[in-house]
């Protein structure tokens, strides 16, 4: 079998959507999940004749995200060329000063963008374990991950847990007989909903805010279909994995 199997979260807009589209072809299984469904996606799977599964999930329930994510990897047939994980799906939080987070916002953060993470890359990393084909984790980071911002204290903290997740991984694997490879990739800034929030938040809470605004004004944002053909070719480069922490705009 020469099946090419990818496992993409947040595929129903920004993206993960154009990832989902670019992604889609009869010589390969695409499993999405997001919160809302992505209708395009449905209609272009049909007319490329391409294997589409897409679940309606929501990863802040750490509970059934881990069910999800155990029932999905376990239906993954042994015999594909290639297993991919996305770890696309993410959330700003809130943009605040640090006295003023709560809790639950930056529980539910951290759930998205680290628990679901971790856990879709734990039942990957076992299921796929005794398979012979390539075994490849993107885990989309941030430049916040690697930069401090004010207002930012939860959405950086959750992407620097998230790099440091897939540097530990990648330890993890070392001396395996297949050893999955990783990367932690900043995909650059993009013109998408999450860009969107940014620029309505206030600059009392996010001093950077005016920078992003005129990004959007010079029209120097990356468009989604750009920044998915960017981690696209980072994912097919031969030398995939040897950094695990990396930039497509220093790539
Ligand atoms: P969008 O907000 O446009 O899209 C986010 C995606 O994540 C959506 O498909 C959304 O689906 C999904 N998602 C969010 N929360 C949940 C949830 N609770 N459960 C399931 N799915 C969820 O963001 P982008 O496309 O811009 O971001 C994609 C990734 O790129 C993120 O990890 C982000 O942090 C990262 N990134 C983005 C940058 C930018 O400039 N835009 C810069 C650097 C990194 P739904 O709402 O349907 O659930």
């Known amino acids: 079998m020469s099946e090419k199997v990818v496992i993409?979260?947040?595929?129903?807009r920004g993206l993960g959507a154009a990832l989902a589209?670019?992604?889609?072809?009869?010589d390969t299984r695409l499993v999405c999940i997001a919160r809302n469904p992505n209708d395009h996606l449905g209609s272009l799977a049909a007319k490329r004749n391409a294997w589409l599964d897409y679940y309606l999930a929501d990863l802040a329930d750490i509970a059934s995200t881990e069910a999800l994510a155990a029932?999905?990897?376990e239906?993954?047939?042994p015999d594909a060329e290639s297993y991919t994980l996305i770890n696309n799906a993410g959330m700003l939080g809130p943009i605040e000063k640090s006295e003023a987070l709560t809790a639950m916002e930056v529980a539910t953060t951290l759930s998205v963008n680290v628990v679901a993470a971790m856990c879709f890359m734990a039942q990957f990393l076992a299921v796929t374990k005794t398979?012979?084909?390539a075994r490849r984790i993107v885990n989309i980071s941030s430049g916040a991950a690697r930069r401090p911002y004010a207002g930012w204290a939860t959405y950086c903290a959750t992407k620097a847990a998230l790099d440091m997740a897939t540097r530990c991984a990648k330890l993890d694997e070392e001396g395996s007989a297949n050893p999955a490879r990783f990367v932690s990739l900043a995909p650059g800034v993009i013109d998408t909903q999450m860009q969107g929030a940014v620029r309505t938040s206030t600059s009392e809470a996010f001093p950077h805010r005016q920078h992003f605004i005129d990004l959007k004004a010079n029209d120097q944002l990356t468009s989604a279909e750009d920044a998915a053909d960017n981690v696209l070719k980072y994912l097919a480069r031969d030398d995939f994995g040897e950094n695990e922490i990396a930039d497509v705009r220093t790539a």
Do not use: H, Q, R
């Not at 589209?21 to 009869?26: F, G, N, R, S």
């Open 131 to 133: 398979f012979a084909g």
């Open 21 to 26: 589209e670019k992604i889609l072809a009869p």
């Open 8 to 12: 993409l979260t947040g595929a129903s």
């Open 71 to 73: 029932s999905i990897c």
């Open 75 to 77: 239906g993954l047939l």
